[in-house]
């Protein structure tokens, strides 16, 4: 595939001070969202207290607003086909944080960066926006060591401290938030989705996990008798759990990627690990083969002997 056929489109040109805006709006949208989410034992009931605040669904209906008009605005001012912007205008509706990386006015193959103007999805894009993006995550991912810290120290009795429960609670929301955001940027950059999530599965499921509790929480409340609750609470107990051990997993393969002669010397060990393995699979198989080929040459002389 050449250049030409991946980016039909020249770059866009304009729209800086929108793009920024709606950028901002998404982003918002985004944070919104992660500060309901369960992300641990603590927060529940600040989190009650905003499901039931009406400020909290009329600013997420706003920002949602803004972001789907304007999405239909750019619909008309779109070089490509009218079915290529009728799916982007899908996607930003019904998950607003992407346009933080999709717009309808924007061809696809073209994301605007803060800082960079508009760059083209590819190799060299997905390598300069992740490195752009590695000490900014490395900073976030360290955070989730006070929040251990603070969980261990304080065990059962954080409830208690409602201001201290309420800082983990924000604390793990700005860390979803980041590795959400990170997240949609660095998949709108490179142009093999599949395996940048097959290479990054952690940051996938660290994002997946507090949706997937809360929309399970969401529908037990409605639906189930009060003596599976108690299934309920331990299910979210075990989330949190699975969460923190994930963050702490990322950490450290982010730290050893600030050092490039470790990290290497840590892949170049999979490898080999890996080519060792696959060498005795192979002698495994011809093993068999040999044997299998033994016993049908055993076999057939039987047969003749017969």
Not at 46 to 64: G, I, K, Q, S, V
Not at 201 to 215: E, G, K, S, T
């Amino acid at each position: 595939m050449t250049a030409t056929d991946a980016i039909p489109h020249a770059a866009p040109a304009g729209g800086m001070a929108r793009h920024a805006l709606m950028l901002l709006l998404a982003l918002a949208f985004l944070a919104v969202v992660g500060v309901v989410l369960p992300h641990g034992d603590s927060g529940q009931s600040f989190r009650e207290t905003l499901e039931a605040d009406p400020w909290h669904r009329w600013t997420l209906l706003a920002l949602w607003a803004g972001i789907a008009l304007e999405a239909v605005a750019g619909l008309f001012s779109a070089p490509d086909a009218w079915r290529a912007r009728l799916r982007r205008l899908a996607l930003t509706v019904l998950i607003p944080p992407l346009r933080m990386t999709t717009a309808t006015s924007t061809p696809d193959g073209w994301l605007w960066i803060p800082g960079a103007g508009w760059r083209a999805a590819g190799p060299v894009t997905s390598a300069k926006l992740e490195n752009k993006l590695a000490l900014p995550m490395l900073a976030l991912t360290l955070l989730v060591l006070p929040v251990l810290g603070v969980e261990f120290g304080a065990g059962e009795a954080l409830d208690a401290r409602p201001r201290l429960a309420l800082a983990v609670h924000l604390t793990t929301s700005l860390i979803w938030t980041g590795f959400a955001a990170e997240f949609l940027w660095m998949i709108a950059a490179t142009p093999h989705k599949l395996a940048y999530c097959q290479r990054h599965w952690i940051n996938l499921v660290i994002i997946l996990l507090p949706l997937v509790a809360f929309l399970r929480a969401f529908s037990m409340l409605r639906f189930l008798r009060a003596g599976k609750l108690l299934r309920a609470y331990r299910l979210r107990t075990l989330q949190s759990r699975v969460w923190r051990l994930l963050l702490v997993f990322n950490l450290i393969d982010r730290l050893q990627q600030r050092n490039p002669r470790k990290y290497c010397a840590s892949l170049e060990r999979k490898i080999a690990e890996l080519e060792a393995e696959a060498a005795r699979m192979r002698q495994k198989l011809e093993a068999y083969r040999v044997e299998r080929m033994a016993q049908g040459a055993e076999h057939e002389g039987g047969e003749r002997r017969a």
